[in-house]
């Protein structure tokens, strides 16, 4: 994503830190926050991968944002590999970091690195993805990833006819046959989409209107490791011959990535099902608006994808590292619902939007996410 795409951050920084007096939420080092100006400061980034450019737009915009505060950043991206990231986080912390920004490839392997930043007093701010099994994380930005489930199931829903955009009754009765995917266990987000989606689905299951035909219904079954395309393209094809090669065919999947949506609609198209949804092609949704799925959804390939404006959790993510490293809590909207297994960890979370061929000008053009030489080329320039 261009820089010039990234909102300023001075913009963000006037609406003001709703902050409670005190020291920070968790870390030692937060109490009383630091007199030193922010270019003596450094703040390390640890980001997942370079494959989605959903990441790449994420670290861009964090770093970017960073340094216009003034900031020194430290930004690595780990390809999607445990070990390596867990190092990234340990070289940061000894070439003393003053926060962390994470998100994490492994919600759960990560204790050890965080450990060792809260015995040097760092505060951890957890991005997107929720660090698991550990008391030292301070905050949590994120989207509200339940909705986001609840968005992509509705948009499934649209698609088939069941519902309208306004999300009443539209008289499609079915029955249906659908077919599920998940993103990976490790993820702890993968499992909130999950629970948002079935639960919209669920009672239309329930009444046959909807059918998955294999039968699998458990995130377990459905999963997909690293959210990877090619193992999503191998998962359907594997459906269709072990599900439809009778003959029936599948009318829906509920997909949680784009990446993901891309292998599946390959799957798809090489079993023979059209090259468009008004040739064939099943309703697949998806999430992340990446560009080369808007233009499939644009040229009605795709159905749906979810925006989950990144420019705006970055700009979340530095806002409440600038409240830490002023001794200050973070505002958090959300202090119930996101139990990390050892404590509820106080959080921001941002509301997405589905994204339709009929909204993609007013959703992604007109706000400057992606132009629209971008979108008919399926590419970022």
């Not at 450990?115 to 991005?127: K, L, R």
């Not at 909705?147 to 199931?153: R, S, Y």
């Not at 359907?236 to 029936?248: F, K, N, R, V």
Request: contains cysteine; hydrophobic residues 40%.
């Amino acid at each position: 994503m261009k820089s010039i795409r990234f909102v300023a951050l001075g913009g963000v920084l006037a609406l003001g830190l709703a902050a409670c007096s005190g020291g920070g939420a968790g870390s030692g080092g937060a109490e009383g926050g630091t007199d030193a100006e922010p270019s003596d400061l450094t703040i390390g980034v640890a980001m997942p991968t370079e494959t989605s450019e959903r990441w790449i737009a994420d670290g861009d915009a964090v770093k970017s944002q960073l340094e216009e505060a003034g900031y020194t950043v430290d930004l690595q991206y780990a390809a999607d590999d445990i070990p390596t990231q867990a190092q990234q986080i340990d070289q940061m912390i000894t070439k003393g970091a003053d926060l962390l920004i994470v998100a994490s490839i492994d919600g759960t392997a990560l204790a050890n690195q965080l450990q060792a930043a809260a015995d040097q007093g760092i505060p951890v701010i957890a991005y997107d993805r929720l660090i698991r099994d550990t008391e030292n994380v301070d905050f949590y930005v994120t989207f509200d990833n339940y909705n986001v489930g609840v968005q992509q199931a509705t948009s499934l829903l649209v698609g088939l006819g069941i519902l309208d955009a306004e999300g009443n009754e539209a008289g499609a009765t079915g029955p249906f046959n659908i077919e599920l995917f998940a993103g990976s266990l490790d993820d702890n987000n993968a499992h909130f989409f999950f629970q948002g989606a079935m639960d919209t689905l669920q009672p239309y299951i329930d009444n046959g209107t909807l059918v998955v035909k294999s039968g699998q219904t458990e995130i377990e079954q459905v999963a997909t490791l690293r959210w990877l395309q090619e193992t999503a393209q191998k998962r359907m094809e594997d459906l269709l011959t072990s599900t439809y090669a009778g003959g029936d065919k599948v009318d829906g999947v509920l997909s949680p990535y784009d990446g993901i949506s891309r292998g599946i609609i390959t799957a798809l198209q090489n079993a023979g099902y059209g090259d468009s949804i008004e040739a064939g092609l099943p309703i697949v949704t998806g999430q992340d608006a990446e560009i080369a799925s808007v233009k499939l959804i644009n040229d009605g390939v795709q159905f749906s994808t979810i925006f989950k404006d990144t420019r705006k959790l970055a700009e979340q993510a530095v806002v409440s590292a600038q409240a830490f490293l002023d001794g200050e809590e973070p505002e958090a909207n959300n202090t119930e619902d996101y139990d990390n297994g050892v404590k509820v960890v106080p959080s921001y979370l941002l509301e997405s939007d589905i994204v339709y061929a009929d909204n993609i000008q007013s959703l992604l053009i007109d706000s400057g996410y992606w132009t629209e030489e971008e979108v008919a080329a399926g590419q970022a320039d």
